[in-house]
């Protein structure tokens, strides 16, 4: 197969989901390369996590098709899109909080048949503050290190492509530019499909941009060249 000739890395496509009678969800399509960065924006209620916990299989799709690389994802479970390759790390982060950095971080290694050491050294690396932690409990963290934290664990997983949902909530500024950072790092390597009402840290980071509203896309483009009234006018509150 030829580079021209290669599936995206993530592909979605008329992607539908309802909540009982409401349709959260509108005819969603995307796409997102190797190694790319895409920023999904909207509003609160836009349905940003309704998507990444469809893409995880932690909701089902109504209707669509969800494809990692060219292989179907659409019908199956949670842990099975995991070990294909999608690693996510909640808008809540869900470490486990009686757990230290390094039992957290081995947990999830060795969920994904990952013994070694490596993939743990290599994610660490990315937020070397942990280090500092290795021994300290989840619950025990402040809200930037369990971020770090959580990030580096799906990290640990040796993913395919990486979900973010609102990585800088509530998160000390030198903590933003870390994550900001990493994600930079990322590029090339791994895909990262990021949710953040954070405009200006989403704008730098995401090679192309999907802005949602009230379920659907009505903008979508590099966001370099997007104009920012469209942005915003759907994104203020």
Not at 144 to 169: F, K, M, N, S, Y
Not at 200 to 229: C, I, Q, T
């Amino acid at each position: 197969m030829t580079p021209a000739s290669q599936p995206a890395r993530l592909a979605v496509e008329g992607l539908d989901q309802h909540y009982g009678s409401a349709q959260v969800l509108r005819g969603i399509a995307l796409t997102v390369e190797p190694g790319a960065c895409l920023a999904v924006l909207g509003r609160n209620g836009a349905g940003k996590t309704t998507l990444l916990r469809c893409l995880t299989g932690l909701i089902p799709e109504s209707r669509g098709r969800i494809a990692l690389d060219g292989t179907e994802l659409t019908r199956l479970s949670p842990d099975r899109r995991a070990r294909s390759g999608l690693a996510y790390v909640p808008q809540g982060r869900e470490i486990f909080p009686d757990l230290t950095v390094a039992e957290n971080l081995r947990v999830a290694a060795r969920a994904h048949g990952l013994e070694r050491t490596d993939a743990i050294d290599e994610a660490v690396a990315l937020f070397p503050a942990l280090r500092g932690l290795w021994h300290r409990p989840g619950g025990n963290l402040s809200g930037g290190q369990q971020q770090q934290l959580a990030i580096a664990r799906a990290l640990a997983t040796r993913p395919r492509a990486l979900l973010l949902d609102e990585p800088t909530e509530g998160i000390q500024p030198s903590i933003v530019a870390a994550i900001e950072a990493v994600i930079a790092g990322l590029k090339g390597r791994i895909t990262v499909l990021l949710v953040e009402q954070y405009l200006d840290f989403a704008l730098r980071v995401a090679d192309s941009v999907v802005v949602l509203s009230r379920g659907s896309v009505v903008e979508r483009g590099d966001p370099k060249v997007l104009n920012p009234e469209a942005l915003t006018r759907h994104i203020a509150v």
